[in-house]
């Protein structure tokens, strides 16, 4: 008879320990936090275009695009012959450039210069204007030597190596360091 004391202290002792291990398993109070998961933030796969498909012209050592909406002229320049390593000129009005807003004078540009420097105002000449200029299209990226440029729906993003860079959108031009 002293088995069946025995059976029920431990038949509520594993029945104690499973509440205590499902407890575990249960989802947060309504009022308490939820953590928060955190990881690396995804990129997006560029796909990197054979860069002779930009050129300017064979041999021009000059590689220029149109960003998909037609509103920015690009381009790299590796030699720095242009006096830019990179840039983009916009048709249109720059949001965060309003002295550039007279289509007879300056355009909004911004560049990164032979000097090393990331740049951003009005110009009146477009370096890289040119109507041989293909479309990078989203999702893809340019790179000729050390500088490289990303086509994306936010915009177009231009870098040199670990160096400076610049955004270039309808809202903003903005150099980067």
């Known amino acids: 008879m002293r088995r069946a004391p025995l059976l029920a202290v431990s038949l509520m002792s594993l029945t104690a320990l499973s509440l205590v291990g499902c407890a575990g398993n ?8 939820v953590p928060q998961q955190t990881g690396p933030t995804v990129e ?17 050592g000059v590689y220029v695009f149109e ?3 037609g509103n920015l002229a690009c381009g790299i320049d590796p030699e720095g012959s242009t006096g830019f390593l990179a840039g983009c000129h916009a048709r249109d009005v720059v949001e965060n450039l ?4 007279d289509p007879e004078a300056d355009g909004p ?11 951003a105002g009005c110009q009146r000449e ?3 204007f040119a109507p041989e200029a293909r479309t990078l299209d989203y999702g893809q990226a340019l790179q000729v030597g050390e500088v490289r ?7 177009v993003a231009c870098s040199w190596a670990d160096g400076p860079g610049f955004t270039a959108s309808r809202a903003a031009f903005t150099p980067t360091d």
Do not use: K, L, N
């Open 98 to 101: 309003p002295s550039c807003d």
């Open 67 to 69: 960003s998909p909406t």
């Open 109 to 119: 540009w911004t560049a990164i210069t032979r000097e090393g420097t990331a740049e």
């Open 26 to 33: 249960q989802p947060p109070a309504d009022d308490s936090p």
């Open 126 to 128: 477009g370096v890289f």
């Open 44 to 60: 997006p796969d560029w796909e990197t275009v054979d860069e002779e498909r930009f050129a300017r012209s064979p041999g021009s």
């Open 149 to 155: 440029c990303e086509s994306s729906e936010d915009g």
